[in-house]
Structures are given as structure tokens and as C-alpha cells.
């Protein structure tokens, strides 16, 4: 976490220590001068290369043995309006996760604002599509040879792309008629189309999908979304790193902790500041407990649109009771904002142990109920069974990750592989499943609970004492007792305060498990108290952009069966 | 206790004007009656997007229970239902939707905007989100709170039964001179900067010091690390 900052030009010799990672020396040994320069920053390997072996690098990245990033997490524009210390003024950022050799790289090219154009690199990574055209949508790059480079978050009467620098962030299109047609259907066609969504009860959020039917089979399918972007990036880029708190709270809002405790640890990697041990405990306890009520809310949910309510109402009170918990932590239910940047913004209460033990008691309950209820069920095991398959090598080419992942049989987990937060020190295992279908993705979810519970009590067991947050001045702000009686931490108030947390100029990627998946922030820092580019990549944009090609030649109603188990949540799909 | 119990007086209040033999008899104006029948049976369509969705779902599960102010008869379609709750922020691309759904459903009809981005846009003041859906839709109750707690909810359905009782209902939307406006609060940070730096290229030409300045004498001090004081 604290290496030191190394850039390298092709003008000056890598240090060995960076040529030594596979990935730096495969692609300058295949490129040569085209790569630009190879950077390790925070522990994260970051490549950029000319714009023109683009695709080439790529290819390289996933198809060299001893490389294999063949699962693609993330690509996004960049920025960089009227900065002196950029070549272009636009960078188009990739990033890859090897799950053989475990580990990540950044893979990044500069496009130039006169002629903003990139190869696209669909053929390579099917998940890239819809990253694409959301690079083109805000930003205005063009992925030449992409399929369909139109709008995909913002709307069709929008002008411009909001995510420039010089966009101004309030200003408002009306649209004045939705889109009608998402698919290409001939004229005369004799199938039957059938929209469902935007406001759809088994659409859980606002998301569209528009489905051309054969009788029952779906033939061909579109999904649209953006009915719930709201533009968190370019907040982010307004706001200091607390500020932020509060909007990663609306990322996915069915575990809202979670998000914070990744911003956290994000800007902790970047900054290189480490929450003290107390505050990461107490994160790790309320964060499983925030997997637990995602997975409540998944499972309840889908068993909802198969037409059984009543695990629904079983399994939300174990929710009200986790809601009590955070609530008597932080004062609120669901959208906690409870994490500070190097730790947590006040310590537990009292009673903090009793009410765990409450709530675990609790989720052990609905948990029993509900598997009793769901798991030999005739109809759930019929209506999940071989149902919205998903194999292993699609869904790392989609950048599957989390539940679903491992439903497919990829043994990926973030907290096991690349343990953060003291995950390494507990004992849990990792539920794998073997068919990908609906009924895998379900068990999975069912076994996480459980496993959460064991994290829990062990963290339970022996959670430290101390203070919860980090005595880094540059970071924290002081005791409120201490700024009353103090000149000194009356000042660090004060200057913390007007001047905001200042990172080093850099990038960082941070990612930790969310419940649905690799939540991952990647931060662009120039220095000063807003951050330049927060992309967040949310683990269901990858998972629902996969949904209308699994869904096509089956019937609709496992449609239906298939949505609720990926568990897309709209906060996180469109940010 | 039965409907026959409930006309045999029971449960009417003798004292009660129109309450006539000890509750045998009641006089009342038909309008009454059926008001009293739609407050007591709404059916609201949630039209859930974001984190308020969340709220309303425990709202309407088992340890809130809307049931107990007979309104848990939840539709999703907008033609069965008299109430339509917006639970969630409304970005502009759901602008067309949300005006549909309220003109699918059968009059008379009541909307609850819930909490803040709905409405307002609550910190959402960017570029994609509407700035209350007031710009769109008629609103009768806006309750506050990020997300509102379900006891707002509870009294804001209850505030609902009253318009109800009152007969009162809005009708156009409040916000439609808005339509599109952008979100007060987001400023055009760059369109500012220039501003400033315009305001202090004119004023150094007139031989002033640039606005906001203080000149105050300088104390040297022996350089510190600057964050600890």
C-alpha cells in the first residue's frame, strides 16, 4: 500500500523492480516504444499505450499465458480539460482482473480532443459494449467499430456530454416522449413485442427491457437503461472526499454500508492512511450484516415475482431489526453515511453487542424459515432449475463478479483473494456454484448469509478496543471536546475543514466484495481537495448488460425468474 | 363484531350529530359515505425507483403495516389504484413515463411525493435529475427526509384520508413553470472562475488590489508542517 510513486518513459530506463511484473514486460517486450509509460502507484500497475495498439494490447492482456486478464472489470473516459501535465486531453482507462494469477492492471491510452476516436474492443470483452457507449455518452469518444455507439444514460433530446469539464453540471434537456423501440423489429413482423418497464413490478427499480416474443420464447431482446442516472460522477467531482459519503450511501441502497466502507478504503489506499483496527472491525461486522439484507432483499424479492409473498414477509424482519442496529449506531436506517475516510464518523454504542447478537439470532431465524420454505421447494427448484444459465468463460467475458460469478463456478471472492479490511484474519468459506443457473445463484446467496454470521461472531468475539478513527490530523477531524479547549485542534478543525482532505496527485483503484459483486472506485486525484474523476464501477451494470442476450430463446416468464436473481439494483446501475 | 353490529350502533357515537335512537338511524350527505368508503380503501401504485422504494417496502411489510390505514392493496398498474406513491429520485429520462402513469390513472386521484428528491432533486442538482416531479405532476403531500422514515409515510397517508375527507384534491403541477430549469445550487464553476478572473484583470487595470484580499502585515515564523498547526 505504500510504494512509492515510479513513472517511467520509453525516453528512460524502467526501474527493474516495475519490469519484473509480468504484465509491464510482456507488453513493452510485444510494443516497444508504444508504450508510453508504465506506472506503479498505491500497488496498482498501470499501462499506457499508444492509441494505435489499443485493441492489440488488449488481446495481449487476456490471451498471453502468463498473463490472462480475462475477466474485464471496467473502462471509462477521462478528462483532463486544460491540464498542462497531459499529452490529449481525453484518456480512455481500462481495467482487468486476472482470476489465475490474481491480479489487476490499469491499461490506459490518450485520445486527442481533435479526433476523439478509439477502436472499439467489444470483439475482445463482450462486457465493454455498454462501457463504450457510455464513454461516447459522456465524453463524446468514439469507439469506431462499435456495434451501436448511441445515448445509454442520458436521454435522446440531451446535448452535449455532461461529463466534460466544461459542461456546466446543472444543465437541464427535456425530453418530451419516451423511446419507443429499443429492438429493430421488420416491418410486418409477426412477433409480438412486449415492453417491461420502466415501471414494471418484476423490474426491481427502473430499468427496461423490450423483448420480441414468439408465442412464449423470447427471440430477441434490448435492454435500456439510465431511468436512474443521476449523475453521482460528476457530484463526486464537486464535492471533497467526506462530501462524497452520503451520494456512495444511493449507490446500492439495499446495503448501503458497504459502499461507504469501499469509498473509505478507496481513498485510505490513496492517500495511505489505515483506519485503526476497532473501526475495521466494527466495518467488517456492519458490512456483512449489509450483505445480509442485500441477499434478503434478492432472494425475498425473486420469490416474490415467482408469486410466493410470504417468504417477503419472513425474511424483512430480520431487515428491521439490522435497520435497529445501524440505526442506534448512526441514526439512520438506510442511508447510514456512517464511515469516515480513516474511520468511522463515532463509536458504537454500549449495547452494540447485544443488539448483534440480536439481529444474528434474528437473520439465523428468517434464515431457517426461509430455507425451509424455498430450498426443497418443488416450484422454486422447478421454476430455478437450469433456468438463465450463465458459463464460466461468458461470464468472465461480461466481468461477471460476485454471487453470480461464483455461481458460474469462478472462485472469486475480494475478500479472500485480496483480503482488505482484516478479512484475512477470519475463517468463512466461499460458496462456489457448478450449473450458473438461477438455482446456483440462489443457493449462493442462501450460504453467504451464513457464512456472514460466521464472520460476525468472530469478529464479535473479539472486537479490539480503542479509538475508531485515525489520529491522522490531515484526516480527522479532532475530538469536538479537544477543538473547544485547544488552539491547536481548533486550528487542524479549521484548516481540515476550508482545505478538505489533500491526496497526493495520482490514481488509485480501490475495490472491495459488495454484495452484488467487485465494487470498485477509481480515483483520479490532481492534488486538491475535489477529486478530478471518480468512476465507480458497479458490479450490476456488467451483470444486467448480459441479461437480454441470456434471456433470448427462452420463455418469458424465466425472464422474470432469471432478473430477480441477478439482483440489479438501479442506484448502482445508472449512479 | 360484525357489519350488523356496526349499524346496530355499537360502534357510532351517540352523541354525534346525525347519529339519531341511539345510533339506529344515521343521516349523512351520500358524498360522506363515499368519501368515508374511498379514505378507508386506498389502493396506491408504488412507482419505486431508487433508495425510497427500499423504505416503502418496509412500509408496506409486516412491521409497519399499511394494512391498518386499508391501503395495502398495492397495484402496479395505474388504471386499479387512486394513489400514486413516487418513491425515488425522477431523473428527466423518466419525465414522459411518470406523466403517462398519472394520466392512466382513474380520477380521483392523489400523489405522495416521497422524500426529498422527488420532491425537489434533493443533492442530485446536476444535470439528468428533475428538480421535483411537481414539474410534471400534480403533488398532494410532499413528505421530507432521505430517505422519509416510515412513520412520515404513515402520517403522510394519513394526511392523504384527510384531503380525502375534505374533499380536496390538486390538479396541476405546482412546478411547471420550471419545466427543465436547472437545479438551483450547482453552480458553472468554470463560467464563475472566468467571471473572477475578468472582475480581477478590470480591477488591477484601475490599480486595485482583487476583491476578497486582506492585506494584512506578514508574521515570519519557522516553517511547520502545514496540517499540524
Sequence with gaps: MSTMASVTTNTAPAPPDILTKPAARVLSEALGDNVLSIEDFRGDLAITVERKTWVEAVRLLRDHPELGYELFLDLCGVDFLDREDRPERFEVVLHLYSVSHKHHVRLKTPVPESDPKVDTITDVFRGASWFEREAWDLYGIVFEGHPKLIRLLTHDSFVGHPLRKDYPTARRFVLKDAKKMLLDVPEGAEGLVVNIGPSHPSMHGAFRVQALLDGETVQDAEAEIGYMHRNFEKMAEERTYWQVIPYTDRLNYCSSFM????????????????????????????????????HIICVSTNVVDLGGITPYFIMFRAREVIYELLEACCGARLTVSYVRIGGLAQD???????????ALAAVRDVWKAAHELLTRNVIVMNRFKDVGVMDRDEALSWGWTGPCLRGSGVDYDVRKDHPYSGYDSYDFDVPVGTNGDCFDRYLVRMEEMRQSTRIIEQALARLPSGPVI??????????KSEVYSNIEALMNHFKLVY?????????AYGYTEGANGELGYYIVSDGRKHPWRLKVRPPCYNIYQAFPHMIQGEMLADAIATIGGLNVIAGELDR | MGLLDLFKGKFVDPTYPGVHGGGNIITTSLNAVVRWGRRSSIWPMP?????????????????????????????????????????????????????????????????????VCASTGGFYRSYHVMQGID??????????????????????????QEMIKNGEQTKSPQGAHRVGAAGAGAIDRRARREAWAKDDAARREQGKPPRGVLSLPVIQEPSRDVHNG
Design chain 1, 499 to 507: 482545505e478538505g482532505i489533500l491526496p497526493p496527485a495520482g490514481e
Design chain 2, 47 to 115: 412507482f419505486g425507483t431508487a433508495c425510497c422504494a427500499i423504505e416503502f417496502m418496509a412500509l408496506a411489510a409486516s412491521h409497519y403495516d399499511l394494512a391498518r390505514f386499508g391501503a395495502e392493496v398495492l397495484r402496479f398498474t395505474p388504471r386499479q389504484s387512486d394513489l400514486l406513491f413516487v418513491a425515488g429520485t425522477i431523473p428527466d429520462k423518466l419525465g414522459p413515463v411518470i406523466r403517462t402513469i398519472y394520466g392512466q390513472m382513474p380520477e380521483p386521484k392523489w400523489v405522495i411525493s416521497m422524500g
Design chain 1, 348 to 358: 458504537v454504542p454500549d449495547d452494540f453487542e447485544a443488539r448483534c447478537r440480536k
Design chain 2, 135 to 160: 414539474e410534471v405532476v400534480p403533488v398532494d403531500v410532499y413528505v421530507p427526509g432521505c430517505p422519509p422514515s416510515p412513520e412520515g409515510l404513515i402520517a403522510a397517508v394519513m394526511k392523504i
Design chain 1, 470 to 479: 485515525t489520529d491522522d490530523k490531515r484526516v480527522a477531524l479532532p475530538p
Design chain 1, 259 to 294: 459502499n461507504g466502507h469501499g469509498w473509505a478504503l478507496a481513498v485510505e489506499k490513496l492517500l495511505g492512511v489505515p483506519a485503526p483496527p476497532r473501526a475495521e472491525a466494527i466495518r467488517v461486522i456492519l458490512s456483512e450484516f449489509s450483505r445480509i439484507m442485500d
